[in-house]
């Protein structure tokens, strides 16, 4: 019985150790960086109930420079569909982000073209290394009496060539 008692325990304390480890974001890397990728996972909409009824959301990416001395460049802030097709390229030329600043960019309630996985490939540099920009997605609506909201951090991707 104790025997027993001791191998739930241990178990437990695994489960509390393997399902509290805090995620890596973009954002939380250490040290400074001059320039990199970034993934932001959107959702132009969720599904809801048994039924899989679609949830219409607006979406804002916001895009901040969270270095006090140094400006950033985006080089490209890029929305793309569920199925990885580009639907808007928001930069055509490279955009300067002063020290604190930050950027928005919305995706209407009613514009339904990215779907459940849409996302955002957002790139930036600098001429020297500054602390990394926070890049991060809300997604808001209210219908009825029920609204819905809930944030999505950018993660740092490595693009092949």
Same mark, same amino acid.
Request: aromatic share 6%; glycine share 10%.
């Given at each position: 019985m104790k025997k027993r008692a001791y191998i739930? @325990?241990?178990?437990?304390?695994?489960?509390?150790?393997l399902f509290s480890a805090h995620p890596l974001y973009a954002d939380d890397a250490a040290g400074l960086s001059d320039g990199q990728s970034i993934y932001l996972p959107v959702y132009s909409h969720i599904y809801s109930g048994n039924r899989e009824r679609p949830y219409q959301l607006a979406v804002t990416a916001s895009i901040r420079n969270t270095d006090p001395v140094h400006s950033i460049k985006i080089t490209a802030i890029d929305y793309h569909a569920t199925q990885g097709k580009l639907l808007k390229k928001y930069l055509t030329t490279p955009l300067i982000i002063e020290p604190l600043e930050s950027l928005r960019y919305v995706i209407p309630e009613?514009? =339904?073209?990215?779907?459940? @996985?849409?996302?955002?490939?957002?790139?930036? =540099?600098? =001429?020297?290394?500054?602390?990394?920009?926070?890049?991060?997605?809300?997604?808001?609506?209210? =219908?009825?009496?029920? @609204?819905?909201?809930?944030t999505s951090r950018g993660r740092e991707i490595i693009e092949t060539e």
């Open positions: 739930t @325990g241990v178990l437990i304390c695994l489960c509390i150790c009613k514009d =339904e073209s990215g779907g459940s @996985g849409a996302n955002f490939i957002v790139k930036w =540099e600098s =001429e020297k290394p500054v602390n990394p920009p926070i890049i991060e997605s809300i997604m808001i609506s209210t =219908e009825s009496q029920q @609204g819905i909201s809930f």
